[in-house]
């Protein structure tokens, strides 16, 4: 009998933290954020930092959305290579997103140590290495670009990164100081609580339906009946945005992942290491505060999520496959595996700012790897705008570039 869950680790790990109700009466608010994950759960934060009256909803469960499923790996490296952001963007604005990014670990960081988190926030080394011969030259240029943005980083040899990880198929790669890693699910949890006691109103199970605009407020309607009315909504939804946004901006992708049983052999330098390679798609590693490897990829076009759930024995096999020929040394005993979406963009960067279509609305849609560091930089720019301030990121994460 096979006992190994499909779901998300987080999810078996946490259990169920809090619980809150639906909406069962007419609201009113400054600000609506649509989405309880660790998107929405960080820009309420905001919102009721910078003191409006905030509302939160989600349809589902509180957190139970992409945050239960993602590897929270926090990197300040975007999808797209520095080098190549830099030729679609222009090099100012590629390496102000990588720094946004970098700045972001920081910045979430702080609000992990503002609310007492205990979601196991860590600093961590992350190291980018060429998986196959042929890509060593490139990854030769992009570390010389991050060195020139003034990123702190080390070009490791092949012979290095099998002494310090035990990492075999590896052709040399860049080892920069800045990362992290974190229990986002559990934080997103902690977020909530946190601001719950500070007035943040909080409904699950509260789907919200229509959307009616007036000159100065939008009244919200929910699949219950009942209304919020408000200033301002910010969606954080993710990949859903795809249903409400006329355009095609984003790819759904299918990724998987798995994790092991509690690993008592795993060096320090590995545990204090984020990992990933240049495969198409490409494969990444971490560890777990509890002592597991969590490893995953072999990334796929979103069809159904059924198909998506039915690969996911296969998916595995596949992952571990990769990590025999990476580190044949290291045993990895699997304890669970499950698969998630997440949204492409050609850029690799988020879509955060208005839409024409959504008057007295915002968007902060963090996609790729780097979803919550985008987020995190999400409540810096929806605060500005909340303030009819620019931002110096925001012509670079619009709707229509």
Known sequence: MDLKSNEPFWLIKNGLLSSYPSLRTDESCDVLVVGSGITGSLL?????????KTILIDQREVCNGSTSATTSMLQYEIDVPLCRLSGIIGKEDAVAAYKACAQSIADLHAVSREI?????????KSLYFASRKKDVAWLKEEFEARKEAGFRVKWLETAEIHEKYGIQKAYG??????????????????LLKYNAEKGLQIYDKTRLETVKYSKNHVTAEMNSGFTIKTKKIIYCVGYESQQMIPEK???LKSTFAVVSEIQKDLAPEFQNTLFWNTDEPYLYMRTTSDGRLLAGGCDVDFQNPQKRDESIARKEQQILKHLSVMMPDQPFYPDFSWAGTFGETKDGLPYIGEHQ????????????????TFSV???EMASAFMKKKSHPLAHCFRFGR
């Open 116 to 124: 007492g988190s205990r979601a196991g926030f860590k600093k961590k």
């Open 249 to 251: 901006f984003v790819q």
């Open 44 to 52: 309420a934060h905001q919102m009721v930092k910078d003191g409006y």
């Open 357 to 372: 279509k959504f008057p007295h609305s915002y968007f902060v849609l963090g996609f790729g790897g780097n979803g919550i």
């Open 377 to 379: 930089t999400g409540m």
């Open 173 to 190: 790669g860049i080892l920069s100081r800045t990362g992290a890693s974190v229990d986002a699910f559990r934080l997103a949890h902690e």
